[in-house]
C-alpha cells in the first residue's frame, strides 16, 4: 500500500486503478480515507546545490549574550507556526518593516508545514515589496525547517517552493535564515507565535489540505488499515478455533 501510494502520488502510476491483482491495494486504500487523493507534499528526491541564501544556528548563549547584535541591520522579520487541537496556523511578524500576518493552514497540516510556509509567506511578501540590494533577515525557532532548507536533497513540495523563492529574492538581495530559540523572551520570536496561535484557532477556508497532505498521514492511515484488518483476521481465527463458521 506504501509503495502503491507514493508511486501513483509522484505520478509513476501506469494504467488506472483495478479492483484485481495486486493493484487493487490502491483502489482499498483510496476506498477507505478519500483525502488521500488529495496531492501530496512529498515529493521524489530532488536536488538543489545552489543557495543564493545563508543559514545560520547561533548557539543559546549568542542569543542571551548578544541577541541585539544578531537582528541589528536590514530588513528583520520572525516567522512562526503552531499545531493545535483547533487546527494549524502560521505567523510572520516583521520588525523592519512593521508588518503581522497571520495564516489558517486547516487541520491536516504538520508541524513541519507550519514552521515552514510561514518562511514562504516571508520572502513572499518581500519579492511583493520588490526590495532590492537589502540585508534581509528571517529568524524562525524550526531548527528542523533550516536544516532542510540547507539540505540541498529536497523531498518536501514546501520546501521546494520556500527554497525557489528564497534563491529569487538573494538574487537581488542578501538573504539570511538565523535561527532564535523560542519562548526565551525574544520579542519578534513571542510575536510570531502568537500571530501563529491566532492562525491556528482561525477557520480555515478552501479545500484541504492546504498545503499538501504530509507523508505522515498516509502512513497513519495505512497503520489503522493493518491494524483493522489483523483484528478482523484474528477473530475470524478465534471463532474458527471454537467450532463457528467465520463470516
Same mark, same amino acid.
Given at each position: ?49 545552489k543557495k543564493n541564501f545563508t543559514v545560520e544556528i547561533p548557539s543559546r548563549e549568542v542569543w542571551n549574550r548578544d541577541s541585539d547584535?544578531?537582528?541589528? $541591520?536590514?530588513?528583520?522579520?520572525? %516567522? @512562526? !507556526?503552531?499545531? #493545535? /487541537? ?47 540590494? $537589502?540585508?534581509?533577515?528571517?529568524? %524562525? @525557532? !524550526?531548527?528542523? #525547517? /533550516? ?54 484557532? @482561525? ?6 489540505p492546504a498545503v499538501g497532505l504530509p507523508y505522515s498521514y498516509p502512513q497513519g492511515s495505512i497503520d489503522n488499515w493493518t491494524r ?15 467450532g463457528q463458521a467465520p463470516n
Amino acid at each position: 500500500m506504501r509503495a502503491s501510494y507514493r508511486v501513483k502520488q509522484w505520478g509513476q502510476w501506469r494504467g488506472r486503478v483495478r479492483d484485481e491483482g495486486h493493484v487493487c491495494v490502491l483502489s482499498q486504500l483510496v476506498e477507505r480515507d478519500k483525502l488521500l487523493e488529495a496531492p501530496s507534499d512529498k515529493l521524489p528526491p530532488t536536488y538543489v546545490f545552489k543557495k543564493n541564501f545563508t543559514v545560520e544556528i547561533p548557539s543559546r548563549e549568542v542569543w542571551n549574550r548578544d541577541s541585539d547584535a544578531l537582528v541589528s $541591520q536590514g530588513l528583520v522579520w520572525f %516567522t @512562526d !507556526g503552531s499545531k #493545535t /487541537l483547533e487546527g494549524t496556523g502560521a505567523g510572520v511578524r516583521g520588525v523592519r518593516p512593521r508588518v503581522e500576518l497571520s495564516f489558517p493552514l486547516g487541520k491536516h497540516a504538520s508541524v513541519f508545514q507550519a514552521e515552514m510556509f510561514p518562511i514562504f509567506a516571508c520572502v513572499s511578501e518581500n519579492l511583493k515589496r520588490r526590495y532590492s540590494n $537589502q540585508h534581509i533577515q528571517i529568524c %524562525t @525557532d !524550526g531548527q528542523a #525547517t /533550516l536544516h532542510a532548507l540547507k539540505s540541498p536533497r529536497i523531498t518536501s513540495q514546501v520546501v521546494l517552493e520556500c527554497t525557489n523563492s528564497l534563491a529569487e529574492s538573494g538574487q537581488r538581495n542578501k538573504v539570511r535564515l538565523v535561527w532564535v530559540p523560542g519562548h526565551c523572551g525574544v520579542t519578534g520570536n513571542e510575536e510570531a507565535d502568537a500571530l501563529a496561535r491566532q492562525g491556528s484557532s @482561525d477557520t480555515f477556508t478552501g479545500p484541504e489540505p492546504a498545503v499538501g497532505l504530509p507523508y505522515s498521514y498516509p502512513q497513519g492511515s495505512i497503520d489503522n488499515w493493518t491494524r483493522e484488518k489483523c483484528q478482523v483476521d484474528w477473530s475470524r481465527g478465534d471463532r474458527v478455533a471454537a467450532g463457528q463458521a467465520p463470516n
